[in-house]
């Protein structure tokens, strides 16, 4: 169409015509200009907390952490400069975060998969689901002391190191790690729901066309394509196995140092006692028994960084991914 | 034959994820059953006094876990807890309300691109970030403040055997709490927020109503079901928070008196989840475990209610269309 429109500028110096007038706060009345300025407020408030923590954090960590701290076994002595470093924490936390996630990721996308796909009988899957909720709203204080009568029981004893007296210790990596997969099932679960309500329909019945069975369909087609909701899911288990402090000081025997309990290599490990950073940064604070600030402010430290890191793992597997929900 | 073995495959299949589904099902169950038998005791001896107020929780706590052999002693009276519980919650998410429905407003419609890519990544910083770094900054940042500006020295002195005050209590665990729960509810919010179907806003603009009226007439309203669900789950997650709590709320088993004024508000608070940590070594005796387990029932059973109902909301929300 050469044809130009009648009311089109012509000239290059001509500016354009506005197609949509924006409505400018300037024309409203004070009272929505009014809530304007508090939503500005606000949304720069947050901006601010935020900065404060991270920049407080930071300034403090690197003003009190030394290198070799990261290294170094902590030992438990009066004098700050001997008490050691918090390597262990940092292995505690891995480990149990690995124990943790070893437990929750397959047992969720196994129930994730079953609410979705099967959900039979009725009556049962909506009692899962609720149960699944109710744990995802229980306090992790809760889980920790049912944890801890539970496996105290002397016929779970083999979980933990054996103490002198009927009763088996009750605390464990084993046992904290059970109690923290509980703490993020409902997550995993709640992601891979997600992604497998987001697949479309014609790749189930295209699997089903070919003549695949419902089961070889969930393995061969469905969990391949919701690799990234897995991903997801795990990221943010772990973000809330690496951030809980309250199964770890009451399930993880507040041990300095990891400590194995019996003979195999492994499992003496596993069986036995330590500590993470969460719970590091708990006993040194001011709250705690150990009452050391600089120590405190350099293992909250590098648990930030390894926070902001995950965080940043969970925004790139998002991304891209429809109906995921941003923060559980 | 081949056909039978594939049918009982998918069979098997099925069977396998749905006993898998059942059992921790029946864990679950079987959690919320044994912590109910364990608080037991506690509960029957007291009757409804257990929520009573009436004697120092303190003490009672200390005579319990000292009770004689053979003879338990589970005399308590709650109340402060719970008033503690109460005050930080309600507080806090009601603080935590008007924050997030503002930021939530500002980030779907008002905030400009800029501006909302930063905002949306420190939200989920701020959900994130572990209680116990919120609570180590507070304590070292926030409470020597608290303490150095807000607090009189003379009615510190003045109520020195009765309560200890510090910067530790209320004010500090309000405020930090505030901050651990907005992050939800603003998640809720937002996602609400943006699924208001598109021709509802437009409507409304074309009648020539401005965007502020407009996202406050048409979209918070039909969000409302949303708002009410975030508001459940961050009361959920008031309830349970403990560690942070148990760093900064002072510690020590006390109702705060609204008539002392403005000192009302530094006066320390032992909220239930904090209770617990405080005393989770303490289990060994007996009736003291039985009163923790009690304290783990309410926080438990209410809980529970807060999460189900949220969840409720949402399914009301996801009806209408409007996650």
Known sequence: MAVAHPEAPTGAAAPRPRTRPVDSSASWPLRDRVGLALCWAAGLALCLICAAIVLFLTVKGLESLRLSWLVEHPTADLDQSKSGGFLDPIVGTFLLTAVGMVIAAPLGVAIAVWLTEYARPAWLARAVESGVEIVAGTPSIVLAIFGLIVFSNTALGFLSAPVEGASAFGRSFLIAGAMMALLALPLVIGSVREALHALPGHLREASYALGKTKATTIRKVLLPAIRPGIATGGALGTGRIIGDTAIVIVLLGGTLQIEGAGGLPILSTLRGTGQTLTSYVYNNSPAGEGNAPEKAYAAAFVLMLVIIALNWVVDRLAKGQEGITWIR | ?323
């Open chain 2, 1 to 323: 034959m081949g056909l039978v073995r594939r049918w009982r495959a998918t069979e098997r299949a099925e069977l396998a994820l749905g006993a898998l589904s059942a059992t921790v099902l029946l864990l679950i169950a079987g959690m919320i059953a044994f912590v109910l038998v364990n608080a037991w005791p506690s509960f029957s001896h007291n009757g409804l006094s257990w929520f009573g107020s009436g004697g120092d929780v303190n003490s009672e706590l200390v005579d319990i876990f000292n009770s004689p052999g053979g003879r338990h002693v589970y005399t308590l009276h709650a109340w402060p807890l719970l008033f503690g519980t109460l005050l930080t919650t309600v507080f806090a998410v009601g603080l935590g309300l008007v924050f997030s429905v503002l930021t939530a407003v500002f980030i779907v419609e008002f905030a400009p691109p800029s501006v909302s890519r930063v905002l949306r990544p420190v939200v989920r910083l701020l959900a994130a970030v572990p209680s116990v770094i919120y609570g180590l900054v507070a304590l070292l940042a926030l409470s020597p403040w608290i303490n150095d500006h807000l607090v009189s020295q003379s009615f510190k002195l003045q109520v020195n055997n009765i309560v200890p005050i510090g910067g530790n209590g209320l004010l500090l665990a309000t405020v930090v709490l505030t901050v651990m729960v907005t992050p939800i509810m603003i998640a809720i919010i937002v996602d609400a927020l943006a699924a208001v179907p598109r021709s509802w806003t437009e409507g409304s603009a074309a009648l020539g109503v401005n965007r502020w009226r407009t996202m406050w007439r048409i979209s918070v309203r039909t969000a409302r079901p949303a708002i009410a669900a975030g508001v459940v789950l961050a009361a959920a997650r008031a309830l349970g928070e403990a560690i942070m709590l148990a760093m900064v709320s002072g510690s020590f088993g006390f109702s705060p008196n609204p008539l002392d004024g403005l000192h009302f508000f530094v006066e320390p608070v032992q909220p239930l989840a904090a209770t617990i940590v405080a005393n989770a070594e303490g289990l060994s005796s007996k009736p003291f475990a039985q009163t923790i387990y009690a304290f783990a029932a309410v926080l438990l059973f209410s809980s529970a209610a807060l999460s189900l109902g949220g969840h409720l909301a949402r399914r009301q929300v996801r009806r209408y269309g409007t996650r």
